[in-house]
């Protein structure tokens, strides 16, 4: 089936610097990636939707600077999460679809997350 | 946003008991919808699907029901098992590509 790989899957990073986070769909082409937040149980929160060699779409309440998405190709979005604090801590989820309509499951699938620690 | 202090509601199984777990979606647009299961520091895993046209659908030991009705979805584990303790999570799916995730379940199976 569809893989999507996220890496990294855990970081301890300091307030005030950045921290990349990298999706990539490794068997299929992605046009269409999604990048989720999930704070402790609590349900997935879309962040917004990136689409290759476009601009990201942002939900309404997430600063698009602070944020910073990239889908420069096919296979590869990437999330910076810029100056971080200490309340940017959360699980970070990818998602990326597949539209060749090889996979039952619309194309959907995800990263296994990036838990992301500021201090 | 997040709500702040929210608890996931459980559903606790004994062992070989069959499990029902209901979500309730709020766009009566929505044309596709999937139950994902997520364990603890994964991401989500799908587990069945279903589309708008459909009020049924089984897989292996799973059973998806859609009452578009009162847009009511259902997931049915037959024969719980200590490994479909996690996390259960409903999505559903409107126009364009976006999914939205629902507050989600835990099933917590006894032995």
């Known amino acids: 089936g569809a893989v999507v790989s996220q890496h990294p899957s855990w970081v301890i990073c300091k307030s005030g610097t950045s921290v990349k986070i990298e999706c990539r769909s490794l068997d299929f082409q992605a046009t269409t990636m999604f990048w989720y937040r999930q704070f402790p149980k609590q349900s997935l929160m879309l962040m917004a939707t990136?689409?290759?060699?476009?601009?990201?779409?942002?939900e309404q309440g997430v600063e698009k600077d602070k944020f910073l998405i990239n889908h420069a190709s096919l296979t590869l979005s990437t999330l910076t999460v810029t100056s971080a604090h200490p309340e940017d801590s959360s699980f970070y989820i990818c998602?990326?679809?597949?539209?060749?309509?090889?996979?039952?499951?619309?194309?959907?699938?995800f990263g296994s997350g990036t838990r992301l620690t500021v201090v | 946003g997040e709500s702040v202090g929210l608890h996931l509601p459980t559903l606790s199984v004994q062992e070989g008991d069959n499990s029902i777990i209901n979500c309730a979606y709020s766009n009566s647009a929505s044309d596709y919808f999937i139950w994902y299961k997520q364990e603890s520091g994964k991401g989500p895993q799908f587990i069945i699907d279903?589309?708008?046209?459909?009020d049924k659908r089984q897989g292996q030991r799973v059973t998806v029901l859609l009452n578009k009705t009162v847009k009511h979805l259902s997931l049915q584990i037959a024969a719980t098992q200590p490994g479909d303790s996690a996390v259960y999570f409903c999505a559903e799916k409107a126009a364009g590509n976006k999914l939205t995730f629902g507050g989600g379940t835990r099933v917590l199976v006894k032995p």
């Open positions: 998602s990326a679809r597949d539209y060749s309509g090889q996979y039952t499951n619309y194309g959907y699938t």
């Open positions: 990136s689409n290759e060699g476009s601009k990201a779409t942002y």
């Open positions: 279903i589309r708008s046209n459909m």
